[in-house]
């Protein structure tokens, strides 16, 4: 397969993906702006507590402190800190803050940002090579460790943290792109046709050297993750006990038909594998990855949008294998999810992609940092059976699978990558075609670009989303032209209608879509149906068969024990009336539960089940993400029936 590097643009768009082409173009940071709601707190939240709290961290465990001992030739395996991934955190925490001051300039933030590349750039090695846990006296030989080792892993966050400041800032003269360039120079020196024939146990520098790739336009970044993604699944790790599947190693990516094995991994890979499709213009490897995202949302995805049910191995289970109380759902395999499902809206334009970002943002993103973007979860269950032990706020956690919310991690993949996530948020709302613009996100926004014909748009959104869903868009300048304007309706939504200058139509799930030559002044207004409602499992779920779960727009919510009546104990014992409808109730959704009450018995299973319900009563839920900052407390999301 040849490159297609004749159409490939080579700019800077303020974006983390942009490919060289696709049904839809995305639209970045300087062309869309979220300016307030839901959304916009988190963010703040974000650059007001995460960003300082993860520098923090970063300093007191050391993890910067490796790249100092490095650069003076002192560091030793007695003395370096943190897991054989820790550079990785660095990185994450230097594209997050690129991402951060390419949408606010801050002085401060962007001296301690140039502190951190000056100190990373000091420990790289003449011919390119940065890692501190490898390549030292005393330390590992490089490369000799590919299955676990993750050091192609970290240069791919690192290639990713240069693609950011690439883009948010092209005239910077800090280094870490030419950083970046000489480490990508000397993978594909080391790892190309001829070199090393194999690949990384971790999947993530595939996307990272395509990015690279598209930033620079270098068209030997793009070959280079091409190679990777046809090695994979060749056999060419060492089998464990997990399996070859466990790293992405058994099958070749383009015959797989699920993702499966560490759902990081599979994620990364699968967003890594259509960009690489993409770029290369191979159909059959972009149908393929095609199949297994929409296998994978069939059969092996929570509620939540949360994927991964093994604690062992953080990796997928079997289709339909999806037990709430031992729901891994790892917030990384989300925000890696969200990435795949975010390279195939641009490739296809499907609406159905949109509505699982949206399910993972509002249920898992959202989820893990506290409400002061200072402790986060690991792991995001469905079932909490036990209340957690609040986490010591000065002590790093092992990790807090079911707990509650910790500082920080042993592995603390998760809070940078919710940083960057959410600074780079904006990216995520809406795309340009040559026909107009599709917004995929609803929050108060402001959009201005330009369509490929010269036509300029600007907008603005205005929404309290998901609090009621009534969404109102005006353009704020006359076109010279018509367009089309496309609005995504999620898949849960029948019965909305779009309103256009008065005028009402139906709005089926998928994307309405309204032309005209519009006047500043128009006004566009989507209804969406945001009455909470009852839905049912696949009864192949065998976890939660006779279940229900509650939602509200985009929003799972959750019984509390916090929330139960005096007396009725924690949250294992209760059952739903589905008679009686979900019902708003200010911020709340209330339903209608009643306790079971079952004796002591010698053997837990008989003939006939003898507990029987108590009277029943009115009790609230609460959005998941918004669980277990009321203190410890036992939770769960599928309601047994009556």
Known sequence: ????????????????????HGALRPLGLSEVQITGGFWSRMQSVNADGTLPHIAHWLEREGWLGNFDLAATGSLTPENRRGREFSDSEVYKYLEAVSWQLGEHRD??????????????????????????????????????????????????????????????????????????????????????????????????????????????????????????????????????????AYYQDDIPVRDADVLRGHAVRANYLASGAVDVAIETADGVLLDSLTRQWQNTVA???????????????????????????RAYSETCASVASIQFSWRLLLAHGDSKYADLIERTLYNVVATSPAADGRSFYYANTLHCRV????????????????SLRAPWFTVTCCPPNVARTLASLDAYVATASAEGIQIHQYAPAKIA???????????????????????????????????????????????????????????????????????????????????????????????????????????VYALESVDLPDGWGDVSNIVIDTSVAPQDQGERVVVQLARSIAGEKPWPYNTSDPSHETHSSLVPLIAYHDWAERGPSTMRIWLPTL
């Open 1 to 20: 397969m040849t490159l297609t590097s004749p159409s490939r643009r080579v700019t800077t768009p303020v974006t983390p993906a942009n490919p060289s």
């Open 107 to 244: 002085d401060k933030l962007e001296k301690h940002f140039r502190s951190v590349v000056s100190r990373v750039a000091a420990a790289q090695e003449p011919d390119g090579y940065v890692n501190t846990r490898f390549g030292r006296p005393g330390q590992q030989a490089r490369w000799s460790d590919l299955a676990w080792g993750h050091e192609l892993y970290c240069a791919g966050h690192l290639f990713q943290a240069a693609v950011a400041r690439i883009r948010t800032k092209p005239d910077a003269d800090d280094g870490l792109a030419q950083v970046a360039t000489r480490l990508a120079d000397l993978i594909c020196e080391v790892f190309g046709v001829d070199g090393i024939q194999s690949v990384c146990g971790h999947a993530e520098v595939e996307t990272g050297l395509v990015e690279l790739g598209r930033a620079t336009g270098s068209d030997k970044y793009i070959e280079q993750a091409r190679i990777f993604i046809e090695r994979r699944g060749t056999g060419v790790l060492p089998d464990i006990e997990f399996g070859r």
């Open 299 to 325: 059969r092996r995805t929570y509620i939540t949008g949360g994927q991964g049910s093994h604690h062992q191995d953080e990796a997928f289970g079997e289709d339909f294998e999806l037990p709430p109380d």
């Open 387 to 402: 209340p957690g032990e609040p986490a010591d706020p000065d002590a790093v956690s092992p990790r807090a699978e079911a």
């Open 449 to 555: 670009t330009t369509l490929d014909d010269g036509e300029s748009i600007e907008l603005s959104i205005e929404t309290d989303y998901p609090t009621t869903g009534a969404v109102t868009i005006r353009p704020l300048r006359d076109a010279s032209k018509p367009w089309t304007l496309q609005l995504r309706v999620p898949a849960w939504a029948n019965g909305s209608s779009l309103t256009v200058n008065g005028g009402v139509v139906p709005a089926e799930p998928g994307y309405v879509t309204h032309r005209r030559q519009f006047r500043a002044g128009d006004e566009i207004v989507l209804d969406l149906p945001i009455e909470p409602r009852l839905s049912e499992p696949d009864r192949r779920i065998d976890a939660v068969r006779g279940a229900v779960a509650v939602e509200r727009g985009p929003v």
